[in-house]
């Protein structure tokens, strides 16, 4: 696949964010650091207003105690490479387990990374971040809630019970290879859509190496629930 889209914002700083020497994957942090990397590069004024835009978060009222569908910041702990990592990361509640743990899926705003089973959120109609746009219902974890997490906003049930679609049914195998950048809509059911990124691509797309990364966290920082899906070409 030839002239792919280059996402924003680079692998590398993805990579710096969550596994750098002072990893934390801090909603406020990042949303900072990005906003100074897009003020010093020689981008575009529309795109430097975007990390801007990115770097504002909405004013909410934080509930008192979890429940599904709610988008929060929890802690994680762990190791890779030899390196203590500990922060705290998005995260949409899905249901809670019986020890007291959370299901749910990792949140970012990468949403130029976004693949079919990537659902992107609108944080103009919805009562989220606008740190909080993109669920990887193929990076599924088990966390802790505490009383200490930022709130990052809450989905209605129906976008709930979309999300939890999308996490059980696997992208259509006929679907053309797509590339990153560009948002679609994807049937779930009849009549009911989502809207996700293209399709992965061929070894050269980015997309690849961007979910490597983030399940190569998950399975370092948070306790893992199992997934079918593949990560390799």
Known sequence: MTNIPQPYPPLAIIEERIFGESATVNPEKVAKSEASVGEAANLPDWLKERIKSVATQRSLVTPEQASPGQIWSLAYAGQHSGQQLSGRIPILLDEQREDGSWHGW????????????????????????????MVQTWNSVQAQWDSDAPFLGQIQSAQLELLRAVSRIPPPQYASKGQPCHPTWREISPGILALTGQALGDADDPRWAYRRLYREFALACLPETPSEHEFDV
């Open 106 to 133: 990792i949140v970012s705003n990468d949403t130029d990374y976004a693949a079919l089973d990537d659902v992107i959120l609108d944080a103009s109609e919805s009562k989220i971040s606008p740190l909080a746009t």
